[in-house]
């Protein structure tokens, strides 16, 4: 089985920081690509940030300049810096990692997250 436990929620207020973490660990052969999405109240979950394997990068453009996901491979660890702030970056916050597990064969399959939240006040 895979675990991803997300860390470094809060409440911040405007114009501050946080920097969230996401650890995988279990049954891991590889991790392709690793993401972050958000979804806030009476909303869709929407893609905020994603990396690949190779550091390859995209960004929501509500987010671009704000915020920087980057990687450490051999810790299995995603991480989502983010900046100047706003109170509209209020979401409860998901790890996602795509993921190669070698059981009987090989196999990707997707997990998620238990989700952590950020709340930016004005």
């Known amino acids: 089985q895979v675990q991803l436990v997300e860390s470094g929620g809060g409440l911040v207020q405007a114009g501050g920081s946080l920097t969230l973490s996401c650890a995988a660990s279990?049954?891991?052969?590889?991790?392709?690509?690793m993401g972050w999405y958000r979804q806030a109240p009476g909303k869709q979950r929407e893609l905020v940030a994603a990396?690949?394997?190779?550091?390859?990068?995209n960004y929501a453009d509500s987010v671009k300049g704000r915020f920087t996901i980057s990687r450490d491979n051999a810790k299995n660890t995603v991480y989502l810096q983010m900046d100047s702030l706003k109170p509209e970056d209020t979401a409860v916050y998901y790890c996602?990692?795509?993921?190669?597990?070698?059981?009987?064969?090989?196999?990707?399959?997707?997990?998620w997250g238990q989700g952590t939240q950020v709340t930016v006040s004005s």
């Open positions: 279990g049954n891991i052969f590889r991790i392709n690509d």
């Open positions: 990396i690949t394997i190779g550091g390859s990068t």
């Open positions: 996602n990692a795509e993921l190669v597990q070698r059981i009987i064969s090989y196999t990707t399959r997707s997990y």
